[in-house]
């Protein structure tokens, strides 16, 4: 069956640095998303992508984030000048198309020190 | 705004036995989409079940059921036959559909413990 996978499994940086998060969605899907996850606290919606373009954003994604699809195959997350406060773990979700499910991947924990 | 309430941060539940976890919601939307996901010790996100706002029935997977109360806003999960690899977080989640674009909003998740 068909996955999302995400690589690094577990990437640690030092504040101020430049991370990039990479993620491979579905092959036949068409909608990716960023979510994060604060250890302990609920997943957060970061943005969501279509059409290479960014469909929505939160508050949360200010201008050090960004997002990119270089090849139609990878999805990342670029996160530049890191914070502590930006230590989560970051989830890439991919769909087919409008209405249907959110596939995710099994994480990226970013540990920024 | 749209928001998702998980009022009971853990539970436990004996193998074999029956568990119910509580999730109420706000909208206004009329038809929407709700979501059980499972976050076992890895971390990944993995969905359990769904239930879209204008069918009546609640919807079954094997063991996951739900109990779907529109007017309440009312979305609760109940897991029968409890088994050790239950164990997990769990979200409820809403998803929420906007100038075309969607999204997922999450509540804060609980805990459930299998005792064996």
């Known amino acids: 069956e068909p996955e999302v996978t995400q690589t690094p499994s577990h990437q640690v940086t030092q504040m101020g640095q430049e991370v990039i998060l990479r993620c491979v969605p579905i092959?036949?899907?068409?909608?990716f998303y960023w979510y994060r996850q604060i250890l302990g606290q609920k997943v957060e919606f970061l943005v969501s992508f279509y059409n290479n373009e960014i469909s929505e954003k939160s508050e949360i994604f200010d201008d050090r984030f960004s997002v990119e699809r270089p090849d139609g195959s990878n999805f990342t997350l670029k996160i530049r000048s890191t914070k502590l406060e930006d230590s989560a773990m970051y989830f890439c979700a991919s769909k087919i198309g409008q209405g249907t499910e959110q596939y995710f991947g099994p994480g990226t924990r970013l540990t920024v020190t | 705004a749209q928001t998702v309430t998980q009022s009971q941060p853990e539970m436990s539940v004996q193998e074999a036995e029956t568990v119910t976890l509580s999730c109420t919601y706000d909208?206004?939307?009329?038809?929407?989409?709700l979501f059980w996901y499972k976050q076992p010790p890895s971390r990944q996100m993995i969905l359990v079940i769904r239930?879209?706002?204008?069918?009546?029935q609640n919807a079954t997977e094997n063991r996951f059921s739900v109990n779907f109360q529109k007017a309440a806003k009312s979305f609760s999960l109940k897991i029968s036959d409890s088994q050790l690899g239950d164990a997990a977080m769990y979200f409820c989640a809403y998803r929420i559909t906007q100038g075309g674009s969607e999204k997922l909003v999450f509540g804060k998740g609980m805990k459930l413990t299998v005792n064996p």
């Open positions: 092959s036949n899907h068409l909608y």
């Open positions: 909208t206004s939307e009329s038809d929407y989409y």
């Open positions: 239930q879209e706002a204008y069918k009546q």
